[in-house]
């Protein structure tokens, strides 16, 4: 098993379709979190949580819902998204949520989202 | 808000040559700096990172300085190989952000045998 596991790989979708992007961490962290990757554009930060609770939240739209039931997995929900929502999803998890940032972020390969 | 700014891509260098790809930033305080690189296909992953000023991250024959003074964290290699031919990202932690970091861009290097 890899460290972090996306699925899946590659979703079309439609703007009136409810999807739900999965992520699972099998290093035993306790601090998950979303980025968003889009062409020529720096990653985003979109969720965070440690210990199951939400941490971080920038601004994001409501049409994008994230859950976290467990330090394990992570889920992204989408609803009625926009053409501008295409974009890699990047999940990734550290072990905490650092103390002046020395921690090592691991991530998945990524959920490639097309919106149409 | 704290940024990170790398030089855009691609950069194509023949094997063997030597690399440079430059990252500045913008931050309060004294952030931790980290370079970043994505294998085609693959994840994100550390490839080295320094924490105060002056230190100098190395791995894989990849290094670079934190210099405060002109807030920039350059990445170098000497000597280039086709096996490095990624994506590299620049990312800084901020001031009681723990592990939220703030990336760059991403520079794409493709090295030609």
């Known amino acids: 098993e890899t460290g972090v596991t996306q699925t899946p790989r590659h979703l079309v979708m439609g703007m009136t379709n409810k999807k739900s992007l999965k992520c699972e961490q099998h290093?035993?962290?306790?601090?998950m979190y979303w980025y968003k990757q889009s062409a020529k554009k720096p990653l985003e930060l979109m969720f965070v949580y440690s210990l199951e609770e939400r941490v971080e939240n920038n601004s994001v739209p409501s049409r994008f819902s994230p859950e976290c039931p467990n330090s394990s997995h992570l889920f992204l929900h989408l609803h009625t998204l926009q053409p501008e929502d295409s974009a890699l999803y990047l999940c990734?998890?550290?072990?905490?949520?650092?103390?002046?940032?020395?921690?090592?972020?691991?991530f998945g390969e990524g959920s490639r989202l097309t919106v149409l | 808000g704290d940024s990170v700014t790398q030089m855009e891509g691609p950069v194509t260098l023949s094997e063997e040559a030597f690399l440079t790809i430059n990252c500045t930033y913008t931050a309060t305080g004294y952030p931790s700096l980290f370079w970043y690189v994505q294998y085609p296909g693959e994840g994100l992953q550390l490839l080295l990172k320094a924490t105060k000023a002056d230190d100098k991250g190395s791995n894989k024959g990849f290094e670079a300085t934190y210099r405060k003074e002109t807030t920039s964290f350059h990445l170098e290699k000497g000597s280039v190989q086709v096996s490095d031919s990624a994506v590299y990202f620049c990312?800084?932690?901020?001031?009681?952000?723990?592990?939220?970091?703030?990336f760059g861009g991403g520079t794409r290097l493709m090295v030609k045998p």
């Open positions: 990312a800084l932690s901020g001031k009681n952000a723990g592990n939220m970091l703030t």
């Open positions: 290093l035993g962290h306790n601090a």
């Open positions: 990734a998890s550290s072990q905490d949520m650092g103390t002046n940032g020395g921690g090592e972020l691991f």
